[in-house]
T-cell receptor, first 114, second 114 residues
C-alpha cells in the first residue's frame, strides 16, 4: 500500500543533542512538508519542499533543518538550537505543490526531552 | 493574511443526532478549503475539500461540508453521529498561488456519547 512512513514513533532528546526524524513516501508525490503539532495550536509549518534538492522555510523554521536529496525522503533534524522541541511532528506529501491538492500525512513522531 | 477559526474547542453530541463542527476562514482570493480528522497518536486523515462548484461537498465516512462565501464559513456536518466519529477535527485553508500551503485551525474535539 502506498503511504507515508515516519520513524521512530517516539524519540527522546538529551540537552544539546541533535536528532533526526525520518519521513519516507512511496506515493510519487513531488511536494513534502513538515509540521509541528502542539496541544490547542493546530499544525504549524516548519519546512516544505516542492521538488528534489529544493526546500523553503515555513512559519517556524528556527532550530530545524531539512534535506531533500531524494524524491521519496524528507528528513527533519531538530537541532540543539530548538529550545522547546517537545511536540508531535507530522510529515505530509501532496501530488504537486499547487493549491487544491489534499496533503497526505504520516502517523507522526512524538519527541520528548530527557 | 490567511487564517482559519474553529470557534469551539469541543462539541458534544449524542449518537444518532446530527453534528456540526464550525469553521470560518479569511483568505484573499478564492479559497481552497479542507477538513481533516485525527485519531489519538495518528496523523491527519483527509475527509473532504472544496475547490469550486457546488457549495455542498460530500466526503468520506458520511461527512459533508457546506461552503458559504458570504459568511466565509465551511462547516462540517453529518446527519447521524456515531461514537466512532469521536476525534479531533481540523479545518484548513489554502489561498492557492504558488504552492499548496495550508493554514490550519486549532482543531475541534468531537465527543459522541452513546
Amino acid at each position: 500500500d502506498g503511504g507515508i512512513t515516519q520513524s521512530p514513533k517516539y524519540l527522546f532528546r538529551k540537552e544539546g543533542q541533535n536528532v533526526t526524524l525520518s519521513c519516507e513516501q512511496n506515493l510519487n508525490h513531488d511536494a513534502m512538508y513538515w509540521y509541528r503539532q502542539d496541544p490547542g495550536q493546530g499544525l504549524r509549518l516548519i519546512y516544505y519542499s516542492q521538488i528534489v534538492n529544493d526546500f523553503q522555510k515555513g512559519d517556524i523554521a528556527e532550530g530545524y533543518s531539512v534535506s531533500r536529496e531524494k524524491k521519496e525522503s524528507f528528513p527533519l533534524t531538530v537541532t540543539s538550537a530548538q529550545k522547546n522541541p517537545t511536540a508531535f511532528y507530522l510529515c505530509a506529501s501532496s501530488i504537486e505543490g499547487q493549491g487544491g491538492q489534499p496533503q497526505h500525512f504520516g502517523d507522526g513522531t512524538r519527541l520528548s526531552i530527557l | 493574511a490567511q487564517s482559519v477559526a474553529q470557534p469551539e474547542d469541543q462539541v458534544n453530541v449524542a449518537e444518532g443526532n446530527p453534528l456540526t463542527v464550525k469553521c470560518t476562514y479569511s483568505v484573499s482570493g478564492n479559497p481552497y478549503l479542507f477538513w481533516y480528522v485525527q485519531y489519538p497518536n495518528r496523523g491527519l486523515q483527509f475527509l473532504l475539500k472544496y475547490i469550486t462548484g457546488d457549495n455542498l461537498v460530500k466526503g468520506s465516512y458520511g461527512f459533508e461540508a457546506e461552503f458559504n462565501k458570504s459568511q466565509t464559513s465551511f462547516h462540517l456536518k453529518k446527519p447521524s453521529a456515531l461514537v466512532s466519529d469521536s476525534a479531533l477535527y481540523f479545518c484548513a485553508v489554502s489561498g492557492g498561488g504558488g504552492y499548496n500551503k495550508l493554514i490550519f485551525g486549532a482543531g475541534t474535539r468531537l465527543a459522541v456519547h452513546p
